[in-house]
């Protein structure tokens, strides 16, 4: 734990504590520091040009129920977790289920090291273009399960909050959809390649 001196960052639980004690310079030290990781979850799951309003709706939503949140897991995945679920919203109003794939590929956009520039940029956004249409085709919840642990680089105790699944089901999901993921690719090559 960080120690309370001026000039010492205080931790999230420590904010938590405040913002619900109506500190509101608490709670916006709070939204500072997770905005980043909260906007980038909700491109990742799909939100596309919405993914500004989601984060925000989910920092207002985050506020309203700190009295629920409990510190059985780091504030960081407990928020994501309302991302996710505005994010997944967002989908069921919209009925649009496959923005994650393009917008999880952007997100590594740098080609093989000792690539020429040219030839590497072209490889990298071949590879990007058979991730995005190999993500498509899994099934939503596959989808979600490799963002977390893979692009978001969540841990497994973030993810089962994230995604509020028991942590068998995530172990479980996790390897059955690494596995489609490459056959997808796999057969991508050969269609592609």
């Not at 977390?148 to 699944?165: A, I, K, N, Q, Y």
């Amino acid at each position: 734990m960080w120690g309370s001196g001026a000039e010492d960052p205080l931790d999230d639980e420590e904010l938590v504590t405040r913002a619900r004690d109506g500190d509101l310079e608490a709670y916006e030290l709070l939204v500072a520091r997770h905005t980043a990781s909260a906007y980038r979850t909700a491109v990742l799951l799909g939100a596309g040009p919405d993914a500004e309003d989601v984060t925000q709706e989910a920092f207002v939503k985050g506020y309203r129920n700190l009295s629920r949140y409990r510190g059985q897991s780091s504030f960081r995945s407990w928020l994501l977790a309302i991302v996710a679920n505005e994010t997944r919203n967002l989908h069921r109003s919209r009925n649009r289920r496959d923005g994650l794939a393009l917008r999880a590929a952007a997100a590594y956009p740098e080609p093989v090291a000792g690539e020429d520039g040219a030839v590497g940029a072209v490889l990298a956004a071949e590879r990007r273009e058979a991730l995005v249409r190999a993500l498509r085709r899994l099934p939503v919840k596959d989808r979600e399960v490799i963002v977390c642990r893979f692009f978001l680089d969540l841990s497994e105790d973030e993810t089962v909050t994230m995604l509020g699944w028991p942590r068998g089901t995530v172990k479980s999901r996790t390897s059955r959809a690494l596995v489609k993921l490459r056959g997808l690719l796999d057969h991508e090559v050969v269609r592609h390649g």
